[in-house]
């Protein structure tokens, strides 16, 4: 029977939902929430637009030629001998050239600003989530404020998400299409994300790389709020009396079964870099490291930084 602090937990959580509900749904890659999306959609019709310059016109000729030529147009020119023409020759080579150059330019430059791993300016303090892959649920863990959940994401406004990734099993991508393009989690790798949500609302978040049997039902919620909205989210979670531990976290990861969002009011500090070790090792050989504060196990993909 749930107590009286579960049954608080889910109707305080149940309102603070339907108050995400009602501010709106990103749920298309194509109408995002947040700056990266943004961009990222500005790109690919950058690269869209100049594809059709060739497409279009290529199309419209075809026709054009076609019709031009047809048996009944005594008109057309019959050149049975003609073999060359240096005019054509430079066009059907300049123009596809000039396309992958500019395709190529607009990609460098994109792919440079839209580095995951790139901090995103702000005038407001960044907030670290640490985020874990398992069978078939996602660990979301908020190493500077001591909490944790599973399937459920909250983040403020206007501000600055550095999103640490790793897998605590089989290889797996995240994907939110509303804020941001999708990333890898690899047992034993830490990978970056950096995102910003720009309305407040429900972002969809789900799994993009086939993990197994439970792969189609491993969805989350990331919801994004106002400061006071996000500060009431992480309240709630600290009210739920669960603990996520190491011990905790073994429970977790050997469950290999979906499930609904799970909250945890107090986090292990150094979890993540445990997550991090435990997915190529037996709990017995991890070893406890020194994590810079504010840094994190992931501060790159070697972890050459910010662990000692």
């Given at each position: 029977m749930a107590?009286?602090?579960?049954?608080?937990?889910?109707?305080s959580a149940g309102a603070l939902?339907?108050?995400?509900?009602?501010?709106?749904?990103?749920?298309?890659?194509?109408?995002?929430?947040?700056?990266?999306?943004?961009?990222?959609?500005?790109?690919?019709?950058?690269?869209?637009?100049?594809?059709?310059?060739?497409?279009?016109?290529?199309l419209v000729l075809t026709i054009a030629f076609a019709w031009w030529f047809r048996a009944s147009n005594k008109r057309a020119t019959y050149l049975p001998d003609w073999e060359y023409s240096g005019k054509i020759e430079f066009t059907v080579w300049i123009i596809p050239l000039l396309v992958?150059?500019?395709?190529?330019?607009?990609?460098?430059?994109?792919?440079?600003?839209?580095?995951?791993?790139?901090?995103?300016?702000?005038?407001?303090?960044?907030?670290?989530?640490?985020?874990?892959?398992?069978d078939w649920r996602w660990l979301f863990i908020y190493p500077e404020l001591g909490v944790a959940s599973v399937n459920e994401m909250a983040l403020p406004v206007?501000?600055?998400?550095?999103?640490?990734?790793?897998?605590?099993?089989?290889m797996n991508a995240i994907f939110i299409p509303g804020l941001a393009g999708q990333i890898y989690a690899m047992s034993g790798m830490c990978t970056q994300m950096s995102v910003i949500a720009g309305k407040p609302g429900v972002y969809r978040g789900l799994a993009t790389q086939f993990s197994g049997e439970g792969f189609s039902d491993m969805h989350f919620k990331v919801m994004a709020a106002d400061r006071a909205g996000f500060d009431q989210w992480i309240e709630g979670l600290r009210r739920s009396g669960q603990s996520l531990d190491k011990p905790a976290y073994e429970r977790l990861i050997a469950a290999h079964e979906t499930g609904k969002a799970t909250y945890y009011g107090y986090a292990e500090d150094g979890l993540f870099d445990y997550a991090l070790q435990r997915g190529t090792k037996p709990a017995s050989a991890v070893v406890a490291r020194t994590t810079a504060p504010g840094v994190g196990a992931c501060q790159?993909?070697?972890?050459?930084n910010g662990v000692d």
């Open positions: 107590t009286k602090w579960q049954r608080l937990r889910a109707g939902l339907c108050g995400f509900e009602a501010a709106g749904r990103a749920t298309s890659v194509l109408d995002p929430w947040g700056a990266v999306g943004s961009s990222e959609v500005q790109l690919l019709f950058e690269a869209l637009g100049v594809m059709l310059l060739v497409v279009v016109p290529v992958v150059l500019f395709l190529a330019a607009i990609a460098w430059v994109g792919a440079h600003e839209l580095d995951p791993y790139k901090p995103i300016a702000s005038a407001n303090k960044r907030v670290r989530v640490e985020v874990v892959s398992m206007d501000v600055p998400v550095t999103m640490d990734i790793t897998s605590a099993t089989v790159d993909m070697t972890l050459s």
